[in-house]
């Protein structure tokens, strides 16, 4: 199954049509993505048995597949490689930091470049479909909704500056955490934990890996964040990026006015961007 928004509003993607899910099921679920995730069990069995045609969405930009989660988390170091081109050592722990809800998009914008250090990080986004406290790794791929494409982008002047980086500031500027372009369930892939993921900017490929390069797959993240607070249904969980972010280059390399960014994930689709100037 697919989902995406549409001007807020939950849809259904289904074949070539993208269906509104609270004009097709006359009411029974509720325009609100969020509250649909609060009833995703039944939401999926009235789905199972749609047909591929139905009330169409409203026109209007595609949002992200999940846009007023209540939490977002965003993991850091998660690739062995990116931690080296980093100068780190890989961590034996979770680097967690977060994405300000506004910073949230959908997955095809413009980009407003507040400063003159924003990188890309692509990234594989996990929604949660099910309340999450203390699940084990075997258990967790039963509470995840879907899985989307994401971008940390990343103002990286920002993020270094004050006594103590400011991993979330530094990453929360409006537009800062694209997402889209649908929400696609673990059933539809022959493994949710090994797909291919890539960037590109200008049509170079900047970062290109597979997600079972991860130190910590989509379950120990969830079985580690669930240890500590609950994971709630419509979360977003960013799980980190692979090598080849413009910081760690030499020499190091940012985002200009003009410039296009392509994120692109196997079996989900792709956001795009271009970067216009404040």
């Known amino acids: 199954m697919r989902t995406t928004t549409r001007s807020g509003r939950m849809c259904l993607v289904a074949g070539e049509s993208v269906i509104d899910v609270a004009r ?4 029974r679920f509720p325009a609100d993505p969020l509250e649909v995730f609060e ?10 048995g749609r047909e591929e045609s139905g ?8 949002g992200g597949p999940s846009p007023t989660p209540r939490q977002v988390f965003a993991i850091g170091l998660n690739y062995r490689d990116h931690a080296e081109e980093a100068g780190l050592a890989a961590p034996d722990s ?3 930091f977060t994405k300000f809800a506004t910073s949230l998009t959908g997955p095809d914008t413009r980009l407003t470049l507040p400063g003159d250090c924003v990188d890309w ?26 899985l989307s494409v994401g971008q940390d982008y990343s103002e990286r002047a920002v993020q270094a500056a004050g006594p103590a980086p400011q991993f979330s ?3 929360s500027f409006p537009g800062f955490a694209p ?3 649908v929400l ?15 960037c590109l900017v200008n049509g170079e490929s900047v970062q290109k890996s597979r997600t079972s390069s991860m130190i910590f797959p989509v379950p120990e993240l969830i079985a580690r964040l669930s240890a500590v607070c609950p994971l709630l249904p419509g979360d977003l969980i960013f799980t980190g990026t692979p090598a080849g972010v413009g910081h760690a280059r030499t020499p190091r390399r940012y985002l200009s006015p003009g410039d296009e960014v392509v994120t692109r994930i196997e079996g989900i689709g792709q956001l795009r961007q271009i970067c216009v100037a404040s």
């Open 121 to 146: 990080e692509a990234e594989l986004v996990v929604v949660m479909g099910r309340r999450a406290e203390h699940v084990a790794a075997e258990d967790a791929w039963s509470h995840v909704a879907g």
């Open 94 to 96: 979770l680097a967690v």
């Open 39 to 48: 009833d995703w069990e039944a939401f999926r069995s009235w789905a199972a």
């Open 184 to 198: 696609v369930t673990p059933d539809e892939f022959a493994d949710p934990d090994d797909l291919a993921i890539e």
């Open 169 to 171: 500031l530094g990453k």
């Open 55 to 62: 009330p169409e969405a409203p026109a209007g930009p595609d």
């Open 179 to 181: 997402t889209g372009p």
């Open 24 to 27: 097709a099921s006359a009411g």
